[in-house]
């Protein structure tokens, strides 16, 4: 795990080496261990590196025998030790140990479609000098990050957005189309960002740069399709035997891993098959909080690990501890995001970066097994679709009025009308329902949410072509996992991780596992109302029936009791004080009205709060008045 960058310029010109350093030296923290350049003439690559494979050997960039290609990589390739072995074999040479090197000579073998052999979270850009060609590409699920730049014949991409805004000629306004998209979705789908003209590269594509111009392609085009087995015993045993070679894929280190430990199956199951493939006690890492003896779980993952032999390490945090690190909270993610819990994993990965190098994290599973319960709404919607209207028309407004804190059913109940499904999806998605942008929005933001009030929905269309004639289960699946996924839960993890020197690695995240879920049938994965149907069979192979079956905490925390006492006045501030953004595009004496009914108990509007106040930490941090 480290971090890229680099400069093209389109047009031949020799680029600036002080802006490359600059680049460079604002990825410090995702690679403490190294630095190095590559400079020729227009082309500009940066590396900083944390060593994880080749401790001694691996440094980047790296070349092949001739020096005409050079690459820059972020990640992890699992399977490079197999790819070496073929590729040696087909007569290539290598003088490192590195998986980094297996990239430089799989381009050699098999030009762009180097990727489709891949099994690993990756981003990287390689220079072909012969054809004055710059490679760049991201791994099939965009577990690593990858941003970029295009204006006028300059290209410019990196690991994160600060090391492109090193560049002088870096745009730095806001999109506004991204920002209705956020407070839509709770996050900005690729390839937007919320700075107008920085792009993000989507997970499963590749790009060439050329003094012709850009070209985007996907490499990884699967959809969903019905597996050839039906026999519930024989995919359990196949989905445990993927999982267990995941697993073991993943533990590939020249440095100590950790894994974070939450209470629950996925993490559990994780720290079972690493005991087992582990020379000695495996390290875990967990966080609670004061305040959130409901949802903590410090005790369940002690217990936990102490079934298996681990040494176990855990920190409480309180909302001093949250308030000091939003000083610095948006400058880490760099994307505002509405997933309250994101703060959560910083402090996770700070205690383990104390101990160890790299980690596995359970993040991965509830998407694509069909864990939250968005999902159980899906599948609600389509009985709902079938009954008369008689019964079906009045319900919806019926419950919209109702008194109380039910905002998730609410907005469930909300979709389940809708019959384009694309907009249905929508509805699910964002808890800012359109009556509460009409009274929140304004100015242009607001004149678009008019004109066009679920315009967002396009932003997720050509996910959603790709499975339009599947049932809406497995579409809101295959969606969530291309989307919501990388673009918040995974861009919180790597960011989160990194800001710590840490590499954070999810085995529920190789691309095989995911083939194997997606050609299952719905049933398998919420059967009834119980979501990770089949997943749950398959971990009782390791887990007691009490663990399994435990209700999910996840790294839950009190945040919303913080934000109305602890972080009170911290959190008015961010929104009502005279120095806030918010002016710029929303009604303030809305979002006071919000807070009052907020802090009344009248309704639930803590993941509202929070997006607002991460937008808000987001100017502060690259957009200050």
């Known amino acids: ?120 979270m990756f981003a990287f850009a390689l220079w072909d000098s012969r054809r004055r060609e710059l490679f760049l590409a991201r791994d099939h699920l965009g577990i690593k ?13 990196a690991s994160e957005i600060k090391a492109l805004l090193q560049h002088p000629d870096c745009p730095r306004e806001t999109d506004l ?48 399709r019905p597996h050839k087995k039906c026999d519930e015993r024989e995919l359990v045993e196949e989905y445990q035997d993927l999982l267990v070679n995941a697993v073991r894929l993943q533990l590939r280190s020249d440095v100590p891993l950790g894994l974070f430990l939450s209470s629950g199956i996925d993490s559990g199951v994780l720290l079972a098959i690493m005991s087992q493939h582990s020379k000695g006690p495996v390290q875990t890492f967990t966080i609670g909080f004061e305040g959130g003896e409901k949802t903590n779980e410090v005790a369940d993952a002690q217990s936990l690990a102490h079934m298996f032999g681990a040494e176990h390490h855990f920190q409480m945090l309180g909302p001093q501890d949250y308030e000091e690190y939003y000083s610095r909270y948006m400058w880490d993610l760099e994307e505002p995001v509405g997933n309250e819990t994101a703060a959560a994993f910083y402090f996770v990965s700070r205690i383990t970066s104390q101990k160890v190098k790299v980690a596995l994290s359970g993040q991965g599973a509830d998407e694509p097994w069909a864990g939250y319960d968005r999902y159980k709404g899906v599948k609600l919607s389509t009985i709902y679709s079938r009954m008369p209207g008689v019964i079906t028309n009045g319900l919806a407004p019926l419950i919209a009025k109702l008194p109380g804190r039910m905002e998730r059913l609410k907005r469930g109940v909300a979709s389940l009308s809708e019959p384009d499904m694309l907009t249905r999806f929508t509805k699910v998605y964002s808890f800012f329902s359109q009556d509460m942008k009409a009274q929140l929005f304004k100015g242009p933001l607001k004149q678009s949410n008019e004109s066009d009030p679920y315009g967002t929905r396009a932003a997720l269309r050509r996910l959603q072509t790709d499975v339009q004639d599947a049932d809406p289960l497995t579409q809101m699946l295959y969606i969530d996992t291309r989307a919501n996924l990388p673009d918040d839960l995974l861009m919180v993890g790597d960011k989160t991780s990194m800001a710590n020197s840490l590499e954070a690695r999810v085995p529920f995240l190789d691309y095989r596992l995911v083939e194997f879920i997606e050609s299952l049938p719905p049933k398998l994965k919420l059967n009834g109302w119980t979501g990770k149907y089949l997943h749950k069979q398959a971990v009782r192979k390791w887990l007691p029936r009490e663990i399994v079956f435990r209700k999910k905490k996840g790294f839950e925390n009190p945040i919303d009791n913080w934000f109305r006492i602890g972080m009170k006045s911290f959190v008015e501030d961010c929104l009502l004080g005279p120095n806030s953004s918010m002016a710029r595009y929303f009604d303030q004496g809305y979002i006071r009205r919000i807070l009052e009914l907020d802090r009344s108990g009248k309704e639930p509007y803590q993941r509202h709060i929070y997006l607002l106040v991460s937008l808000e930490l987001w100017h502060r941090a690259f957009q200050p008045n």
């Not at 960039?61 to 073929?86: H, K, S, T, W």
């Not at 998986?99 to 990727?115: K, M």
């Not at 209705?180 to 700075?195: C, I």
């Not at 997970?203 to 012709?212: D, E, L, Q, V």
């Open 1 to 120: 795990m480290c971090g890229i960058c680099g400069i093209f310029d389109l047009s031949g010109k020799p680029i600036s080496r002080e802006v490359l350093a600059k680049m460079g030296n604002a990825l410090r923290h995702r690679g403490p261990d190294g630095e190095g350049e590559f400079v020729d003439g227009e082309i500009g690559l940066g590396h900083r590196r944390l060593s994880i494979i080749d401790v001694d050997g691996g440094g980047q960039p790296i070349g092949n025998e001739d020096g005409d290609i050079q690459v820059v990589f972020n990640g992890e390739i699992y399977n490079f030790v197999e790819l070496r072995a073929g590729l040696e074999k087909a007569g290539h040479r290598f003088k490192t140990r590195s998986d980094t090197e297996v990239i430089v000579h799989a381009y050699e073998q098999w030009g762009c479609a180097c990727v489709k052999h891949f099994n690993g």
């Open 145 to 157: 990050p990858l941003y970029y730049v295009a204006k006028g014949n300059q290209f410019l991409f």
């Open 177 to 224: 189309e991204a920002l209705a998209e956020l407070f839509t979705f709770r996050y900005v789908p690729s390839s937007k960002t919320l700075f107008k003209g920085i792009a993000k590269l989507p997970p499963a594509h590749f790009m060439i740069a050329s003094r012709t111009g850009l070209r985007t392609e996907r490499f990884w085009n699967w959809v969903p």
